[in-house]
């Protein structure tokens, strides 16, 4: 428990972005809530639709609500111009502020669906205005219904925008995910209690708002305001004590090896009088195309998931030429520079455990199709929907009983307790050797090669220094060094160590 005190003070820009982008999800929310309870109110057409779609929107899991709008704002880059994002602050907003827009609306909604008519008519009878009527009457008497709304849609607002980690922009879902993909159980908690106590504060600070209303207390509401506004404001202060001239961006894959090479090459930037930041836990369709679009600076990428993906290829014409092919492609249709590879390979590979493989006279994935119809194969979130799987899957004539996701750093847990018999695995990882797995050969040369290689948006591909800096890492890593920076990763004793020290011993390693 130790480790998590000295994590929780480290994460004081990671809550000060977190506090700013709920902060204005729920603020946004609220802008368009109110306008549309009070029309509501008057019209109940427009009572049925707006809850419809509000409560529409709660039905997509908060992640794929976040995920969806990245090739939304991508398509209308084209329309609006290079200067729209398409990753962080803005995307993560959008989807936030759909998914505190229902308990906001359905509770102004219901508060003035339910307000005593005989006060409604008395405001008539007095001749006030359509406009008077809803501020001093209709409001007021609203204002602790609506207030209760607003606390459950912040405390669902800060829960989900955990989330937006996924899409590039900065929260306490950082070190929850890359302690997930690392097993830093420490850091998961840290970046939990952290989540939670901002999501308790803001309750408990609202409630006192709410009662200030109820009560018409109004030093409690003010107050309440006041302390809110104060938080917001210092959350805003302390972002903008990061800004200044934007840093180089570094991305990182959802899988240990991309948080290690991720630290890797900041350490050599920052060496190099480089101000870095990072982005952990990205898809691969998300880095590449943020690449592509200097939404984020700098990515790790493998020739055969270029390949495949983006080039839509499902040929094998070599190592060479396909590295060659890649990069003359990036340029030509992205800007992107390819800098080099780092001198390993990181394939996708189909392992058994080897006394599976042995009791069931498996050794290539030829022998694997035959009993393959009782056997589960388990897969990254997006190994199934990917090219390779589909090409091996045809080249073979794979069926299995029942296929399972896993998060990269379970898969491997998954099949040692036999919920998987066979995973897709990754050839530089070191539980490879450690779990003493068997990788099936690939007779047919269904999957590609998978060199890792450092990509340079079109932001900074001319930069000397950024080359300068990096260009020693072209094929200075090799395979063995890379599966035990791996291994020290995701082991689970007293030598694990964090990606940043994995980052150190591999640098040591390869001569840098």
């Given at each position: ?73 991508l398509s209308l880059r084209a329309v609006f111009g290079e200067g729209l994002p398409t990753l962080g602050f803005l ?422």
């Open positions: 428990m130790g480790d998590i005190w000295d994590i929780l003070p480290g994460l004081g820009d990671k809550l000060a972005a977190h506090v700013v982008l709920s902060a204005s999800a729920i603020g946004l929310a609220i802008i368009i809530a109110l306008p549309l309870a009070v029309w509501a109110s008057r019209s109940a057409t427009v009572s049925r639709i707006a809850l419809a779609l509000a409560s529409l929107v709660q039905t997509i899991p908060a992640l794929a609500l976040l995920a969806l709008f990245f090739p939304l704002l995307p993560a907003l959008l989807a936030l502020t759909l998914y505190a827009l229902l308990p906001i609306l359905r509770n102004a909604v219901t508060a003035q669906a339910n307000l005593d008519p005989g006060v409604l008519e008395a405001a008539d009878g007095v001749g006030m205005t359509k406009w008077q009527k809803l501020r001093l009457v209709e409001a007021p008497l609203s204002a602790p219904f609506v207030m209760a709304g607003i606390r459950t849609a912040s405390v669902w607002t800060i829960g989900a925008a955990t989330l937006a980690t996924t899409i590039g922009q900065p929260s306490l879902g950082d070190p929850i995910f890359a302690g997930l993909q690392t097993q830093n159980w420490a850091l998961v908690l840290a970046g939990c209690l952290a989540s939670a106590g901002l999501a308790l504060a803001a309750d408990n600070l609202l409630w006192v708002i709410e009662v200030g209303l109820a009560r018409r207390r109004r030093w409690m509401s003010l107050g309440g305001v006041a302390i809110v506004a104060l938080g917001i404001l210092a959350a805003l202060w302390a972002g903008r004590a990061e800004e200044g001239e934007r840093p180089i961006v570094i991305a990182s894959k959802q899988f240990s090896e991309q948080y290690i090479l991720a630290k890797l090459i900041g350490a050599r930037l920052q060496a190099a009088g480089y101000r870095v930041e990072y982005r952990d836990g990205l898809g691969s369709a998300v880095v590449h195309s943020a690449v592509a679009n200097s939404s984020i600076d700098i990515s790790v990428d493998y020739t055969g998931t270029i390949w495949t993906n983006y080039l839509k290829r499902d040929d094998n014409p070599g190592r060479e030429a396909m590295y060659e092919t890649i990069r003359a492609w990036e340029a030509r249709e992205n800007g992107v520079k390819v800098l080099g590879r780092l001198g390993f390979e990181n394939a996708y590979a189909f392992a058994m455990r080897a006394d599976r493989a042995k009791e069931l006279g498996v050794t290539s994935l030829a022998d694997l199709a035959a009993v393959a119809p009782r056997l589960t194969v388990g897969g990254d979130p997006e190994f199934f929907e990917r090219p390779e799987w589909i090409a091996v899957k045809a080249a073979y004539g794979l069926d299995f009983a029942s296929k399972r996701n896993f998060a990269p750093t379970f898969m491997y847990n998954a099949l040692q307790s036999g919920e998987a018999d066979v995973i897709s695995a990754y050839t530089s990882d070191g539980r490879i050797a450690a779990d003493r797995l068997v990788v099936l050969e690939d007779p047919k040369g269904a999957l590609p090669s998978y060199d890792a290689m450092i990509m340079l948006s079109p932001r900074i591909a001319g930069d000397a220094g950024v080359i300068a800096a990096l260009k020693p890492l072209v094929g200075a890593i090799s395979v063995e060094a890379m599966r035990e920076a791996n291994l020290a990763v995701d082991r689970e004793d007293a030598q694990k160590m964090t990606p940043k020290q994995a980052a150190q011993m591999l640098a040591a390693k390869a001569g840098l």
